[in-house]
């Protein structure tokens, strides 16, 4: 988002211009409370510098002349800030407990309170501001135009270094752990840290120490396991770690070479071009024609992390409320920036959209969303698949949204031979089994003419179920076997051939072909190749090859 000036000085502004009430969802207490502290006593930023006063339902309000005023009940607390004469920060923790949480009803007193005294903060002949702040988003309606949302970004590079090397002199006057890291290498682990909050950052570098004994660039495993157990916690996000490349994906070459054009235009050299940093793909199409495959292999192709979105889990409600999961999600793609979001079957989260039944909560989201993708600046590049593409909102797919919209097809007869070639060469390892098959382009071409209407998923299942054959028999495999599985096998697009025909439709209308040009013509019995014109009414995807 921004660097920690910026923030102080955005924040400085909502102060200045008198907003009433921030919220600061945050589980970081304490850096949130520095950084308001920081802000308030800072004249060049804020002009009238302000006292900073807590508030927590254990002790009432911070400071000296409060404590008789009994400022543990909300209602006394919020008449102490009516009547509180000097310019102030009123930093309420917890007070989300007062907004209906799981099992609690909404406070109506305090709510009607908060309304009132809104008026009057923003009236006062003394500068006076109220700061929610609480591990979880959640307020009430009648509260939605009084109360101003504080991103509060998870801590950044500068942060997290100047943290770990405050244990590193604290350790230096009398601690027993080695230090061998040089300034690169201090970097490296800090690197890793990106997308943890301080004291996670904290605690995982604590461990690393504690493990050995040492600090040492060989930690950053450790620190990397340990944000890969804090992210998966969140039960929303999930690092994936493969070894998948792009060799890996038989065909798209479409798309690829799309993606190839784009690898490090996030770096500085790409802004001499007054390049952006590329939004997102949007790939749809026949399922199990390697849309998450090739998902996986950007991670590769590009060597930045990939996290997983679970857009279910965002609206199940089984971990925290939705707006604030999707928050989350956010946060720490941006702190992990430059990375790589993927929003796996996102027509589960956003179908349906404006239908009864969910309050509104998925159409929040989804501007939450929208807004988010229109707007970022952070390098995170978005992919999502989706199989059902046409039950997503429209909006989704404007402009501006999305960089492009893919459709990826069933394969054509020269993407199957590089599917088979694939699995093929991935699966025939042992010489017992391969014994004298030899993965010719023959065998290919003849396998994906027994193939046509496969899709990559069965293709994969075709050579699997051959080397059982071979399996049974104990013996090593031929093209027997394949040819055998290829003619039982009746793929899905002979059952589905009207829903094919449906998402084609929709594709060749809105999505671009991923597989380019030289490889969409079929092949025919005869070995002719139909017409581009043939082929484009009959297949999903405008071409535009890349
Ligand atoms: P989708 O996400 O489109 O439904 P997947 O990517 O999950 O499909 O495909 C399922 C499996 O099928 C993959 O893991 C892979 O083994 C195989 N597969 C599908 N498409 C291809 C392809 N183009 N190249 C190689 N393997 C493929």
């Known amino acids: 988002m921004s660097s920690k000036s910026e923030r102080k000085k955005l924040m400085a502004n909502l102060f200045k211009a008198r907003f009433p009430f921030l919220y600061l969802a945050t589980w970081e207490e304490g850096r949130a409370l520095s950084f308001i502290r920081s802000i308030a006593s800072d004249e060049d930023l804020i002009k009238t510098p302000r006292r900073v006063i807590t508030w927590k ?140 909050t301080l004291s996670e950052a904290e605690n995982a570098f604590a461990r690393a120490m504690v493990e050995d004994g040492r600090l040492s660039i060989d930690d950053v495993e450790i620190v990397l396991e340990e944000k890969e157990q804090i992210i998966k916690k969140t039960g929303i996000l999930e690092f994936v770690t493969n070894n998948l490349n792009m060799e890996d994906v038989g065909g798209l070459e479409n798309l690829k070479r799309w993606l190839r054009k784009r690898d490090k235009s996030w770096l500085e050299s790409a802004q001499k071009y007054g390049l952006p940093s590329p939004k997102g793909v949007l790939i749809t199409g026949v399922p199990g024609c390697g849309k998450s495959l090739i998902s996986k292999a950007i991670s590769e192709m590009w060597q930045l992390p990939l996290l997983r979105l679970d857009i279910g889990k965002i609206f199940s409600g089984v971990v925290g409320s939705s707006e604030e999961n999707m928050r989350q999600a956010i946060q720490t793609t941006e702190a ?18 404006g239908s009864s039944g969910d309050s509104g909560t998925s159409s929040r989201i989804f501007g939450q969303f929208l807004t988010w993708m229109q707007e970022k600046v952070k390098p995170v590049f978005v992919i999502a698949t989706a199989n059902d593409i046409a039950s997503l909102p429209p909006e989704m797919l404007r402009k501006g949204r999305f960089d492009e919209i893919f459709f990826v097809d069933l394969p054509t007869h020269r993407e199957r031979v590089e599917i088979f070639k694939v699995h093929l060469k991935k699966r025939l390892i042992d010489s017992t089994v391969t014994g004298d098959f030899e993965i010719t382009i023959d065998k290919l071409d003849y396998l994906a003419k027994l193939t046509e209407g496969f899709v990559g998923a069965e293709i994969e299942q075709v050579v699997i179920n051959g080397l059982f054959e071979a399996f049974y028999e104990d013996r090593s495999v031929t093209i027997n076997d394949f040819e055998k599985v290829c003619k039982q096998f009746i793929p899905l697009s002979v059952t589905q051939a009207e829903q094919i025909k449906s998402i084609r439709d929709w594709a060749n209308v809105r999505a671009v072909a991923a597989t380019p040009r030289e490889d969409r013509a079929e092949y025919k019995e005869n070995d002719e190749t139909v017409s581009i014109d043939d082929i484009n009414t009959s297949r999903g995807g405008r071409t535009i090859d890349f």
């Open 336 to 353: 992990i920036a430059p990375s790589i979001l993927w929003i796996d079957e996102i027509e589960k989260g956003f179908s349906g959209l």
């Open 57 to 196: 339902i254990t002790t009432g309000m911070s400071g000296e002349e409060s404590n008789k005023a009994g400022t543990k009940s909300a209602l006394k607390a919020l008449e102490f800030i009516e009547d509180y004469q000097e310019p102030a920060i009123f930093v309420l923790q917890d007070f989300h407990i007062f907004f209906g949480d799981v099992g609690r009803l909404p406070d109506a007193q305090v709510i009607r309170k908060l309304r009132d005294i809104s008026i009057s903060l923003k009236q006062s002949s003394k500068p006076k501001n109220v700061v929610f702040l609480s591990p979880k988003l959640k307020f009430p309606d009648d509260l939605e135009k009084d109360i101003t949302i504080v991103d509060f970004d998870l801590p950044t590079f500068q942060e997290i270094k100047q943290s770990l090397d405050e244990m590193i002199s604290l350790n230096k006057q009398g601690g027993r752990i080695e230090i061998s890291l040089n300034e690169e290498e201090k970097e490296k682990l800090v690197n890793a840290a990106l997308g943890l």
